[in-house]
Every structure is written in structure tokens, then in C-alpha cells.
């Protein structure tokens, strides 16, 4: 008789609970991550960062296990036609998992350098969802709400992994570079002066100054309120953000941005800097950390 490491009983709770547990399992993880990922930003608790950490690990882990058995499972005799139609319903429902909620899409800057691999992860994951489903046509009585779950799954994923792709820092930074100005041609100007003055024609050469580039940013700040309010703090704070983010990527400002950002704080109640400070950082972590750039 051949010893069989796996008890019985062992093994017929497995076949009965594994995808039933792993389908729980990441719907739970899913929550977590909910819930607790905006406390993340705000509070330095090493349980809190340690459960946060450990479901975004696992979330991904699981429900790409659990459509794995879905697809594994498919087919089998012993399977009722019924059963089959929700395993093919539960695999673009797990692929929505995969995507991700949106309050994370990374947990550090270097998730975000990993946006390439989470599309070939999606090619993978909707080739085996809609695998799964091409099983169960042309009899699946859950047609129509698999179909929907499939597109969402996919809008997800899709989602997610956009939102990566934006947050990587090499396409963080080239977003912040500005078109390149070559200057005025001087040298088609004097061809164009010459040929006039040939041909006898009147011609004269006026100077005009270029305004500033930087002044419709930088007038915002002249005239603020002495004291700030929540919309008010919001503004400013954004208007810091898009002007200071570059610093992200190391990019270089100029005497003018330090000058107004100085003057705005110098001239501020301790309690509204701070408030703006804080703002604006919320606007980097959501930027490189959550979904909303999608």
C-alpha cells in the first residue's frame, strides 16, 4: 500500500474549499486595501503600514490563483452545467480584483517602474477569463452579467495598469518637459529684410518684448487673502503642486518659483502653511500612489 503524505480528509476539504476559500480570500484582501490604504499617507503606525504592505503583496497573488483553478477546474466530468456558468462568471470577477481599488495602485515608486509587467499580466489574466468563458457557450444562463464583469475586469486592469504607466518616474518626468523653443529665426528674418530692401521695398524692424511665461502662474500669488480658507488653501496648494512636482525627478527651478513660493509662505499664518504643505503633498502621493491621473 503506498504511503500517501496528504490524509484523506485533508485532501477532500482542498478540492471542496479551494477556490471557495481563495475567491474569499481575495475579496477580503480587496476590502483591506479599501479601507485601510488612505491610512497609509497619514499615520506612521507599523502595524497599519505592515497590514496595508501584506495585503497589496497578496492581492494579486491570490486572485490570479484563484482564476488559475477556475481554469483548471473547467471541464471536469463531475461538474454540473449550472457550476460551470458561475466559474465562468467569478474568473472576470476576479480579474476586477486584479485591477486593483483605487485607492492604491503602488505601494512604493519602484511598483510604478513595473507598469510592463502588469500588462503582459493582463494579456494572461483576460486570455484565461475568456477562456474560461468561451467553455460555457453556447448554453451560459449567466451570459449577459459575465459579459458586463468582463468589460469591467478589463476596464480595471486596464485602468491600473495606465495608472502605473503614468506614475513611472521616466514618463513622470518627460510629462513635466515643456516643447522646446528653438527662439526667433534670425536667419530667415535678415533673408526676408534683404530681399525687401532690394526690391526697394519700405522695410523697418521693430522690437517687441515677449511677456513672461512664468507670469500667469506667478500673478496668482501677488494678490492672496491674508488668511486662507479650505478653498483657498486647496488653489494654492495645486497651483504648488503643478509648479514644484518636477522635484520628483530632480528637476531644476528657477530664481522667480523659490521667490514666490517664499514670499507666499513668509506672508502666511503658521497654521495656513502648513495646511497648504499638506495639501500639496496629497497631491503627490495621489499622483504616484492611487489611481486619480486615470
Known sequence: MAFDPIPKEVRKVWDT???????????SLQTILILFAPFRKRTSNMFMIFLVWSAYLLADWAAAFAVGLISNSQGEDNEPADNGDLLAFWAPFLLVHLGGPDTITAFALEDNALWL??????????FAAFYVFLQTLPDNKLLVPTILMLLAGIVKYAERTRALYLASLDKYKESMLKEPDPGPN???????????KEAKLPTRIDMIAEPKKDSAKTTAFDDFPRYLNVIDSVKYAYQFYEIFKGLIVDLIFSFRERNDSRSFFQSRTADDAYNVVLIELNFMYEALYTKVVV
Open 117 to 126: 509587467r502588469h500588462l503582459i499580466g493582463l494579456l494572461f489574466q483576460v
Open 186 to 196: 534670425y536667419a530667415k528674418l535678415m533673408d526676408e529684410y534683404a530681399s525687401k
Open 17 to 27: 474549499w479551494n477556490l471557495r476559500g481563495f475567491i474569499i480570500l481575495s475579496l
